[in-house]
Structure formats: C-alpha cells, structure tokens
C-alpha cells in the first residue's frame, strides 16, 4: 500500500513539474515571452524618440514665433520685407520658391501669400 501512494505522489510531481518547465505558462513560454517584450522595446525606442521630437516642435509651434517663422523660411522660402533676398546660382531650390520669392523681391508692396 505504501508503495503505491509513493509511485502516485512521484506521478504527481513528475506531472507538475512538466506543468512547471515545458506546459502552457510555465518557464519556456516565459522565456518566449520575454524575448517578444525585449524586440518589441527596441522597436518601439526609436519611435518613442520621433514622438519626443515631435511634442517638442508642436510645444514650440504653440508658444514661439521663432519656430513658425523658421518653419516659414526653410518649407516655403519665406523673406521679411526688411530683408534681401540673393539667388546664388548653382545652388538648388525648388521652381515654386523661386517663383514666390521672386514676387516678393519685385513688388514689396505685396503681402507674400499665406
């Protein structure tokens, strides 16, 4: 009679121990699990470092002029009326700034478009 409540109990054990290492939510799938999270953080850095970036310039968009006016500059090559603006030839720029910029330069009088 001892003897088999020994072999059952062992039975027991062996099978929460498979349970344990090898069985659905035991060490092994931990393990997968871990090295998911791990790739999946460093694919997230890079993105979470762009969102950073961005807060910022929206931050600095809503509360400085210095940001807008730079933003104005170098998308659609704005100059202040104050200013002269000098084309350098063999230097790129798009035909569109150009165009615009040249109006300005020429009639100063003329508000720039929006």
């Known amino acids: 009679m001892r003897k088999w409540l020994v072999i059952a109990l062992s039975a027991m054990l062996a099978l929460l121990q498979y349970q344990l290492w090898l069985g659905d939510g035991g060490w092994r799938d931990l393990h997968r699990v871990g090295n998911r999270v791990a790739e999946q953080e460093a694919i997230n850095q890079p993105l979470r470092e762009r969102n950073a970036r961005l807060a910022a310039e929206v931050t600095d ?7 807008i006016e730079e933003r104005a500059r170098s998308d659609m090559g704005m100059v202040r009326t104050d200013e002269q603006f000098f084309w350098v ?3 790129a720029i798009e035909h569109e700034l150009l165009e615009i910029n040249a109006g300005i ?7 720039p478009r929006p």
Do not use: Q, S
């Open 89 to 91: 030839p063999g230097v």
């Open 105 to 111: 330069v020429t009639n100063p009088e003329r508000e």
């Open 61 to 67: 968009l809503k509360t400085g002029l210095d940001a």
